[in-house]
């Protein structure tokens, strides 16, 4: 990667600070993570909930940086260009951009938001440009891709120095497209701000993060910062499932201000719309996708309604790119989606065994109601609550899980910080005024086994809440833990025992 550089006194202008020191040195990158300063890096000082950057302030000068960004005034005797903002998160955002040479200017950048749907959203864009044959990038809560070069992701939205890199990696690759999650949380931290989106999309907006944002209201504020211009740009077009009431309301802001906006819609009279659907375990998603560029017979191998949404998302992107039905029909017929999204753990018995990422009542009502679609059994569902995190979510999971189960058992994700029977006795309140058919098994291993035990002919067994991650967390520790996994090895002990 050829790294671009940039005079520091112009990326204090750039970025509306207060600079003082040596108005020639250069900033050859940016970062807040004082382990990744190198010589020419500008520090970003950041005055976090738990950490202090100002802290590590002495131990970048020592290793080479360029310079320093913070809300606070320059020190007396501080040696070296020191750059005041009113905030720093902003500030990190736009110079990561600078310094990195505006990378998102030389993209087809396509952001995506909401509760749900995000993660295999993205996965379809990424599919639709790799049709189109323009090497795309992306950035998912699972992986972070430029063409077939992978790794692991560190979260949903990477901070925007990490981002801004990225992107400039993307186009030095010679990607024409990027693809990414814009999280509420990122959003509302100005993680985003500063990139020029060509399309935002907007999934849906149901309960999640309140523990963050507080009210809906709110975190609908959030996901709209992605829309309106408060990052820097006003998308040429945005994408809105008005199935969703806060997608219509968005859309109805939108379309008063002036701006694009293609409507997706399977109730609703969209632009975009996906009718006729079809849907089967073993086939996926049949159904009828109507574009203003002409209607075609889709025939997915993602399984579900929720996925249909998600397609119709997608179309919207591909056809403000230019993309034609032929790449729209072949992409999406080609794409299997995001792990652990709706994932068949494969094996020769009479019963489905599932493993899905949902982790609000919404997600799991649309995973547990695609089951009931696919099945004349029963369903079975293990799921629990992520610990430290939003705690008004878990009655209603527990209400979903209760109505829409034959047996619900309730069990661990990610405890965290929290007791594990405290988190499970407040989702236990939410099963319990549904039905009585449910159980409590902590151990999650425990309980995946528990549920494939009851399995009989014709059942699905549901595995919500983790997806596609392979780790759980208990206290501060991080241990090694895969659905699938646990999955496939009780699957194995009830072959062998058969």
């Known amino acids: 990667m050829t790294q671009p550089t940039i005079i520091i006194k112009a990326l204090a202008d750039t970025i509306s600070a207060d600079f003082s020191g040596d108005p020639t040195a250069l900033a050859t990158d940016v970062t807040h993570d004082s382990r990744q300063v190198r010589e020419g890096t500008v520090f970003v000082a950041i005055k976090g909930s738990t950490v202090d950057g100002h802290r590590f302030i002495d131990d970048v000068m020592r290793r080479g940086a360029s310079g320093i ?41 396509v952001g995506i938001t909401g509760t749900n749907g995000k993660t295999t959203t993205t996965y379809l864009c990424f599919a639709l440009a790799e049709a189109a044959g323009q090497f795309p990038a992306m950035l998912t809560t699972v992986e972070y891709r430029i063409g077939e070069t992978s790794h692991e992701a560190v979260r949903t939205t990477p901070e925007a120095s990490d981002t801004n890199r990225f992107l400039r990696q993307a186009v030095e690759a010679g990607s024409k497209v990027a693809v990414m999650e814009a999280s509420s949380q990122a959003i509302d931290l100005h993680r985003c701000d ?17 523990d963050y944002h507080g009210t809906m209201e709110r975190y609908f504020e959030a996901k709209q910062k992605l829309f309106d211009g408060s990052l820097g740009s006003v998308p040429a077009a945005s994408v809105i499932n008005i199935d969703d009431e806060w997608g219509r309301k968005l859309a109805q802001l939108l379309r008063a201000a002036g701006q694009k906006t293609i409507t997706t819609g399977q109730d609703s009279d969209a632009d975009i719309t996906g009718t006729n659907i079809e849907v089967s375990l073993v086939h996926g998603t049949t159904f009828d996708l109507n574009t203003p560029i002409g209607a075609a017979r889709i025939n997915s191998p993602l399984v579900g309604k929720p996925h249909v949404y998600n397609m119709l998302s997608a179309a919207g992107v591909a056809i403000e790119l230019g993309y034609d039905l032929g790449v729209i029909k072949s992409a999406f017929e080609k794409c299997i989606g995001a792990p652990g999204r709706f994932e068949r753990v494969p094996h020769d018995g009479d019963f489905a065994v599932i493993v899905d990422y949902a982790h609000t009542d919404d997600a799991l009502r649309n995973t547990l109601r695609t089951a009931k679609d696919l099945t004349d059994g029963r369903i079975i569902t293990v799921f629990g609550c992520g610990g430290d995190r939003d705690r008004s979510k878990r009655r209603p999971m527990g209400e979903v899980a209760g109505e829409f189960s034959d047996i619900a058992i309730i069990t661990s994700d990610n405890p965290r910080n929290e007791d594990p029977l405290k988190i499970i006795a407040s989702i236990e309140e ?17 309980a995946i086994g528990r549920a494939i035990a009851l399995a009989e002919k014709g059942d699905v067994v549901i595995i919500a809440g983790k997806g596609h991650e392979n780790y759980q967390i208990i206290g501060g520790d991080k241990f090694h833990f895969d659905d699938r996994e646990a999955a496939a090895e009780s699957l194995a002990r009830r072959s062998e025992a058969v």
């Open 69 to 109: 960004i913070s809300e606070q005034p320059r020190p007396d005797g501080f040696q070296g260009s020191w750059l005041r903002v009113e905030n720093a998160r902003k500030a990190l955002a736009m110079a990561a951009a600078a310094v990195n040479g505006n990378p998102s200017h030389d993209l087809h950048l």
């Open 194 to 210: 500063g990139l020029r989106f060509e399309v935002a999309v907007f999934t849906n907006l149901t309960q999640d993060h309140l």
């Open 430 to 446: 939410g099963v319990r005024s549904k039905t009585d058919a449910y159980e409590v098994v902590s151990d999650r291993r425990e």
